[in-house]
């Protein structure tokens, strides 16, 4: 169901709990070949290509050696003297042709402590793309903290500077991994190199290693090359190890959203009928998500009646599947407690009206309560499609709708639903029912804008029983064509329940 879209603000799983806001905000910052960026998750809809292109008329515009525009024909061009002869623009690329590669960004090298790369010579220190790396110089981690911008592909650290930041107020000045510390909280996702006084700071070199750095390095054996090397090494192993940290606390945060999404969903009670088989199927719209704003449920009360429900909070997100599983979760309680009918309905409706985010949500319901006997039901519908009869040796008809059946759940305030008494079958005679939401029946039919509709949805179910599905298999092979004649996967939630009473004559 389509409600007012209201943005959503995924929360960002690279940052820790102390990081600030501002350098939360930092992204990984431009390298020997561009931008550092963590490649995109399976599922990823948000990318988005395009292709512009330039076309060009019989006079072609040009610009002259001095620089000034002229549109002159050709013959006019060669009549011109040599050196005032216009230079043709570059032709414009073939259209379907391969994009040119972007240009990389520069390399920024930010050293910090002492400068050893004074004693090379500017030309010496060139990134990938052999383009002159760019130096800052900051003799203290006050002035890095200035010129960490984002631009700044990798951090030279001194290891043996001066920091009195890990100490606090008044603490002595101490040198050795505590710069590097402090360094690393300053700028999470930027490369850095440690510099080492030489082979007598090994292990202090490796330890700096171990505490966050990518590589380290030793100032008497430093040289232009050496440092280029461990410079475009630091940044791709930096952009391989933030790749890496995001791909696995995605999968963390997926794997507790499933757990969690598991536990909602809804264990149907139905201990003591015997004579009744049920099955549902459950697809939210969202993209891997497991739980969305479609609900449904089925107890049976110590009366022997049963009682299934299937409802649609309008929307997609979280919100709206939480609101859901409350809902769900209302139902069953004020089943057990004996409310059935408007007091069941009225009563939800003030829950949903307690819980919803804002006053435009609403959800649509359908209740149906089964006599024991299992002839006859109770249809309360609120706003919601009818459900779906299915009898051996006559034609599957949808419950009466239009006359009985109420508003939304959250629409009007003193809302009245009524019930209707619905014959199911004679005596021992076998039967379905289909309950649905409307995500099943508001697919497109090929490429124009048909919908499927109860109608078309209707037929699908008959033609699947007729060639002797039941149960689970029916409703997958419903949702199934339903996805393929809107040409791919419904793009609403989708929440199926049947419920078959057994002994059932085959259909011929």
Partial sequence: MSCPARPESPGNPLRPADMPAAVARRGLPGGPCGPLSSPGMPGDRRTFHGRHTLGGGKDRHVMSATGRSTDRQSDQHATAAPDQRPVALPRQRAAGSRPEPPAPAPFTLLVVGDDPTGSFAAPELVDAAGHRVRIRRARNLTEAERLLTDDVSCVLLDLGLESAEAGGDGARPTCGLAPLR????????????????????????????????????????????????????????????????????????????????????????????????????????????????????????????????????????????????????????????????????????????????????????????????????????????????????????????????????????????????????????PWSLLLYTDGLIEGRIGEGTARLGTDGMVELVERHVTAGLRGEALLDATVTEAGELNGGELTDDVATVLLERCGAVERT
Wanted: contains cysteine; proline residues 6%.
């Fill in 182 to 429: 402090a360094l690393l909280r300053l700028a999470p996702t930027t490369a850095v190199l440690a510099l080492a006084g030489g082979e007598q700071d090994a292990e202090l070199a490796a330890e700096a290693v171990r505490v966050g750095a990518q590589d380290y390095l030793f100032r008497d054996e430093l040289t232009a090359s050496l440092l280029n090397r461990a410079m475009r090494y630091a940044v791709e192993r930096k952009r391989a190890d933030m790749a890496h940290l995001q791909l696995t606390e995605t999968r963390l945060l997926a794997q507790e959203n499933a757990r969690l999404e598991r536990g909602l969903l809804p264990t149907p009670l139905l201990a003591g009928t015997d004579d009744l088989r049920f099955a549902a199927r459950y697809r939210p719209g969202r993209s891997r998500a497991l739980l969305g704003g479609d609900f449904y449920d089925v107890v049976r009360t110590p009366d022997g009646t049963v009682h299934a429900m299937i409802g649609d909070v309008c929307g997609h997100g979280p919100d709206e599947a939480a609101l859901g599983v409350e809902l769900r979760i209302a139902w069953r309680a004020l089943t057990f407690a004996g409310l059935s009918g408007d007091r069941l309905l009225s009563t939800l409706q003030r829950v949903l009206e307690c819980e919803r985010p804002d006053d435009e949500i609403f959800a649509t319901l359908c209740t149906l309560d089964i006599a024991p006997d299992g002839r006859r039901a109770s249809l309360a519908l609120a706003g919601h499609p009818s459900p779906l009869l299915i009898r051996p040796g006559r034609a599957a008809r949808l419950m009466p709708y239009e006359e009985h059946g109420g508003p939304a759940l959250g629409l009007l305030p003193e809302a009245e639903w009524g019930c209707l008494d619905v014959e199911l079958g004679r005596p021992g005679e």
